[in-house]
């Protein structure tokens, strides 16, 4: 698959890498390339571009920018370049204030969520909330000794869902679907709850499991 990523942080980076990792090919779109200039030389076979190169080129777009960027990325990356194309929104609506006793603050409430938002801003484009709900670093291919680590997602479409579950499925996550775009109400908070330990203890290394 065509892979294009708009992003240039940790979770980009990651994603693109397991992308690549696992046969796709990839082009991360940023409006600092030399950001990406270590990622490059690491990964000969990786493209950079601009946000607008990067949704143009892609069959499946990842967005993974800072929530409150969210809107005006997809905005540059060009809404014609998003229609009908699924995107993972690895996204969390933090805001710009530090946590309080370990606990990040959203500019949402719980009855709207970044991803509705996004939805309605772009309704072409089929969003799937995906990965935000744990760190970079385990994204692609964690090992726990439980087995498989579980994603919850969430979309409207369930073409892109189906194709969000297939790259879970290669990256080593079993998926749980959540329904349309109104369950990223319950998933994307699940950032603040995987962050806690993080923020209290320093611990950074688990990943939620749904048990049946
Ligand atoms: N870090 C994690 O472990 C983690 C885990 C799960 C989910 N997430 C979520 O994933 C997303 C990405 O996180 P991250 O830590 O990789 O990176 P980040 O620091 O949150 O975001 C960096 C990206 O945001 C873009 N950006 C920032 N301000 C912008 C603006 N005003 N206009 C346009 N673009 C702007 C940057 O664009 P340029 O490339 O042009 O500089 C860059 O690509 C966030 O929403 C985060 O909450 C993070």
Do not use: Y
């Amino acid at each position: 698959m065509k892979v294009g990523l708009l992003g240039s942080g940790d979770v980009a980076k990651v994603l693109a890498s397991g992308f690549l990792k696992h046969g796709h090919d990839v082009m991360m779109g940023t409006r600092t390339p030399a950001k990406l200039t270590e990622w490059k030389t690491q990964h000969s076979q990786g493209k950079v571009g601009s946000f607008a190169d990067s949704a143009k080129f892609a069959e499946l777009i990842v967005l993974a920018v800072k929530g409150t960027a969210a809107a005006e990325v997809l905005l540059g990356a060009g809404s014609t370049h998003l229609d009908g194309k699924p995107v993972i929104d690895a996204t969390n609506p933090i805001a710009e204030a530090p946590p309080t006793n370990g606990v990040l603050n959203f500019f949402t409430h719980l009855d709207e969520s970044l991803m509705e938002r996004l939805q309605s801003e772009f309704p072409r484009a089929h969003f799937v909330k995906a990965f935000n709900s744990v760190g970079s670093a385990l994204m692609v291919n964690p090992r726990f000794k439980e087995g498989r680590p579980t994603m919850f997602i969430c979309g409207n479409d369930e073409t892109a869902k189906r194709m969000v579950s297939g790259v879970l499925d290669q990256f080593g996550w079993e998926t749980a679907d959540m329904g349309k775009v109104e369950a990223a109400r319950a998933i994307e908070p699940l950032c603040m709850l995987w962050c806690i330990p993080g923020f209290l203890r320093q611990e950074w290394s688990h990943a939620f499991k749904l048990l049946k």
